[in-house]
């Protein structure tokens, strides 16, 4: 079993910045990955980023590339997501996931999900 404490959501104004965390407890080996997604009122969930733990390699959707970075600190079992120049479009329950399976895209994919943070973002 795996679980996952998110932190870092709030309020910002547009063209600001936030961290997300999300910490994991459980087994983070073998074919291990975190990421987020995020849920916008009326849409579905989106996939924003994912990390593989075993080598640091990621997945990013291209919308929110150069925007926002996923990164990991092993020795923490922690999964940040810096957002930079944040859009009143970013607004949303942003989830922290965790997956043992090789796609990281579809939520459908995922075993573990946090409680979500909210992201608010003012114009």
């Known amino acids: 079993q795996v679980q996952l404490v998110e932190s870092g959501g709030g309020l910002v104004q547009a063209g600001g910045s936030l961290r997300l965390s999300c910490a994991a407890s459980?087994?983070?080996?073998?074919?291990?990955?975190m990421g987020w997604f995020r849920q916008a009122p009326g849409k579905e969930r989106e996939f924003v980023a994912a990390i593989r733990w075993s080598n640091g390699n990621t997945a990013a959707a291209n919308s929110m590339k150069g925007r926002f970075t996923i990164s990991r600190d092993n020795a923490k079992n922690t999964v940040y997501l810096q957002m930079n120049s944040l859009k009143p479009e970013d607004t949303a329950v942003y989830y922290c996931?965790?997956?043992?399976?090789?796609?990281?895209?579809?939520?459908?994919?995922?075993?573990?999900w946090g409680q979500g943070t909210q992201v608010t973002v003012s114009s």
């Open positions: 996931v965790a997956t043992y399976g090789s796609v990281l895209y579809f939520p459908s994919e995922y075993d573990y």
């Open positions: 459980g087994r983070t080996s073998g074919s291990f990955a």
